[in-house]
């Protein structure tokens, strides 16, 4: 059974950094492209920053230069890095990866950015 668990979420300042964490089971993250996406209550579902299995990365606009999503492969987890964080970054965050015609999704993590 697949299996993707976030961790990493919390509360941090504005101007502050978070790693978020997305260990996978039941399937190798090196194989596939992964994604994080954050949605709000409401709000529609905004794909943030992806690695492909190749390594190659992209990010939304809002953003590049502050995000930064790798891989372990020995931990069979992917990360994302987030630091200068603002307040508008504040929601729920969650890696995806699609396999085989099947999309899988792990549970949210809420990241807070709040003085």
């Known amino acids: 059974q697949v299996q993707l668990v976030e961790s990493g979420g919390g509360l941090v300042q504005p101007g502050g950094s978070l790693r978020l964490s997305c260990a996978g089971s039941?399937?190798?993250?090196?194989?596939?492209?992964i994604d994080w996406y954050r949605q709000g209550i409401g709000k529609q579902r905004e794909l943030v920053a992806s690695?492909?299995?190749?390594?190659?990365?992209n990010y939304a606009d809002s953003v590049k230069g502050r995000f930064a999503v790798s891989r372990d492969n020995a931990k069979n987890t992917a990360y994302l890095q987030m630091n200068s964080l603002k307040p508008e970054d504040t929601t729920v965050y969650y890696c995806?990866?699609?396999?085989?015609?099947?999309?899988?999704w792990g549970q949210g993590t809420q990241v807070t950015v709040s003085s």
């Open positions: 995806h990866l699609w396999r085989r015609g099947n999309d899988y």
């Open positions: 039941g399937i190798t993250l090196s194989s596939n492209a």
């Open positions: 690695i492909t299995s190749g390594g190659s990365t």
